[in-house]
Nanobody, 115 residues
């Protein structure tokens, strides 16, 4: 059974940091491109960051220099380190796996940036 389980979302003050984790199971993690997306209320889901099987990364312009995606194939986990958070980063963050089985999604984790 394929599972993507996100964790780490929380309420944080502007300028703060969080680390999101996504634990994957049920498929060969190392051969899947992994990504983090987010969806704010009333907005479309958007790509935040992605990492390929050979560790190439891609970021949305709005998060470059503040968010960092990484993966640990031994732990079948992808991370999103979030620094210098802004209120506009408030959203539900979703983990995505893209590969032979198509695109798979986690259930999401809420990140709220507010004072």
């Amino acid at each position: 059974q394929v599972q993507l389980v996100e964790s780490g979302g929380a309420l944080v003050q502007p300028g703060g940091s969080l680390r999101l984790s996504c634990k994957a199971s049920g498929f060969i993690f190392s051969v899947y491109k992994m990504g983090w997306y987010r969806q704010a209320p009333g907005k479309q889901r958007e790509l935040v960051a992605s990492i390929t099987i050979d560790y190439r990364t891609n970021y949305a312009d709005s998060v470059k220099g503040r968010l960092t995606i990484s993966r640990d194939n031994a732990k079948t986990t992808v991370y999103l380190q979030m620094n210098s958070l802004k209120p506009e980063d408030t959203a539900v963050y979703y983990c995505n796996a893209d590969g032979r089985r198509g695109s798979m999604w986690g259930q999401g984790t809420q990140v709220t940036v507010s004072s």
